[in-house]
């Protein structure tokens, strides 16, 4: 009895060790992972921009006017400008290439004031040869710029995307009518009392050569909207302010010069991927 135990034990031994072996042989199961897809960031986009410039100047704008005493024209700068507007909006469409490399069309809008003061030798208009006059003249242009943009995207962390870009296209620049005051100063001879004069000569528009250099970063706030933080800065060539020669001898002109625009931007990206 004790003998067949032991036989029966050991059998059962002998199983437990094969059935161990046929386990340790058997290929271990599939694991199957779920598919992960990255999506391209390529595709189509809309933009909208507000923007607020810290600072706008003007290269020197001019005036010309007949000079009765020496029978031509003369040209002078204006002795103190000043330009106002400072706010700026903008809609535009574009293209994101890849994840570095993009491209919009802008169009832009803004419009700002001109005050400007003049003295020339030359007298006013009607007054004594000898006398001097001082002319004060004011205005307001409207601005629309369209704009072709390329960009650069540095790459992103933690949801913020910085970039650098540049652009290139023209503004049309359209000036209302001209105000002008021109006040008697004493010079060989005094004013004796005159009277201020004051004209208007009809604005001109055109259109100029425009470039723009971007810096910024965006941050995807939601999926397919992205806030986008920037600066730009803006070269608007010169051109013509006003022009009246059509009136002869008595007619006057004025160019006003390049405006640069520093500008501080907030916009909003929605995309299509």
């Known amino acids: 009895m004790i003998r067949f135990d032991a036989l029966a034990l050991a059998a059962a031994m002998a199983g437990a060790s094969a059935g161990t072996a046929l386990a340790a042989d058997a290929a271990p199961p599939e694991i199957k992972m779920p598919e992960v897809s990255v999506k391209d960031a390529r595709g189509w986009y809309v933009r909208g921009d507000v923007g607020y410039a810290v600072n706008a100047s003007r290269g020197d704008t001019t ?17 103190s400008t000043r330009f106002g507007g400072d706010f700026s909006g903008g809609l ?45 003249a004011h205005s307001s242009f409207r601005a629309g710029s369209l704009m072709v943009n390329g960009y650069v995207d540095l790459g992103t962390l933690a949801g913020f995307t910085p970039y650098v870009g540049a652009g290139l296209g023209a503004t049309r620049v359209s000036w209302s009518n001209v105000n002008a005051i021109g006040s008697c100063v004493d010079g060989a001879v005094g004013c004796g009392g005159a009277a201020s004069v004051s004209a208007r000569y009809p604005g001109d528009s055109d259109w100029r050569m425009t470039y723009a250099l971007m810096a910024g ?47 501080i931007r907030v916009g909003l990206r929605i995309t299509t991927w």
């Open 63 to 79: 005036f010309r006017a007949y000079d009765p005493a020496g029978g031509d024209y003369s040209s002078n700068g204006f002795d």
């Open 217 to 263: 970063v965006a941050y995807e706030v939601a999926p397919n909207i992205k806030v986008d933080l920037g600066y730009r800065f803006s070269h608007i060539a010169g051109g013509d302010m006003f022009d009246d020669s059509a009136a002869g001898a008595g007619g006057a002109a004025g160019r006003d010069g390049a405006l640069s625009r520093h500008e």
């Open 92 to 136: 535009g469409v574009g293209y994101q290439f890849n994840d570095l490399f993009r491209a919009d069309v802008t169009g832009d809008l803004f419009s700002g004031d001109f005050n400007g003061r003049i003295s020339g030798d030359s007298p006013c208009s009607g007054g004594a040869g000898g006398t001097g006059c001082s002319t004060k």
